[in-house]
């Protein structure tokens, strides 16, 4: 079956520090790969997706980028972290042309 | 107007009765769709999907399409207080392209 890991579970984080959120999937290879946001008492956020190695799309302009540099690894970056940018962020993977599965989601706070 | 729209709530039911949670959509071409639960400080988790017009039943829970009136719904019946929970309506138009309501936070009073 397969899996999804996020980690860290949790992050505190000052303004202007960079991160790294890191997402893998098991017992699956090629997936569809995706970063959400959710901020407190909001709906998901589409950030990021991935249909392969080295192949992202952003869906929205801002401070944060993503890499996939293994076909199971998904990696949300920021250099330079805001206020804004705290939230639950969730990595999901999709089989094909079925719905998303989400792993259990970074809960980031950017004091 | 937003992708996918839901009652934000809070509904509030008491147990054994009939939970109702509704979503519409704005996109016609919009061909799968999905009701996800998720708990305080979880990460969502599938509990239905429909693809074609009507009903369609999961144990409690049923869910219900008309791409018609661009309209899907779940219904939960012998609401308990573990379906305490906000129920997120997603619309899927195509492989890469899945929207999300802002949720409806359900709960279910002993």
């Known amino acids: 079956s397969q899996t999804i890991h996020q980690w860290p579970a949790t992050l505190v984080q000052p303004v202007g520090s960079p991160l790294s959120l890191e997402c893998t999937v098991e017992?699956?290879?090629?997936?569809?790969l995706y970063w959400y946001r959710q901020a407190a008492g909001r709906g998901l956020q589409l950030l990021f997706y991935?249909?392969?190695?080295?192949?992202i799309s952003s869906e929205v302009p801002q401070n944060l980028s993503a890499s996939r540099p293994q076909d199971r690894q998904f990696i949300l970056s920021s250099k330079k972290l805001l206020l804004s940018d705290s939230g639950f962020y969730l990595c999901?993977?999709?089989?094909?042309?079925?719905?998303?599965?989400f792993g259990p989601g970074t809960r980031l706070l950017v004091l | 107007q937003k992708e996918v729209e839901q009652n934000s709530g809070p509904l509030s039911v008491p147990e054994g009765a009939i939970a109702s949670l509704n979503c519409t959509y704005s996109d016609r071409v919009s061909q799968s769709f999905f009701w996800y639960r998720q708990y305080s400080g979880k990460s969502p988790e599938l509990i239905m999907s429909?693809?074609?017009?009507g009903d369609k039943e999961d144990g409690r829970f049923t869910a219900q399409l008309n791409k018609a009136s661009q309209y899907v719904s779940l219904l939960i019946r012998d609401s308990q207080p573990s379906d305490s929970a906000t129920y997120l309506c997603a619309v899927m138009k195509n492989n890469n392209d899945m929207r999300f309501g802002a949720g409806t936070r359900l709960t279910v009073k002993p």
């Open positions: 429909i693809y074609s017009n």
């Open positions: 991935s249909v392969g190695i080295g192949q």
């Open positions: 999901a993977w999709t089989p094909l042309q079925e719905t998303q599965y």
């Open positions: 017992g699956t290879s090629n997936p569809n």
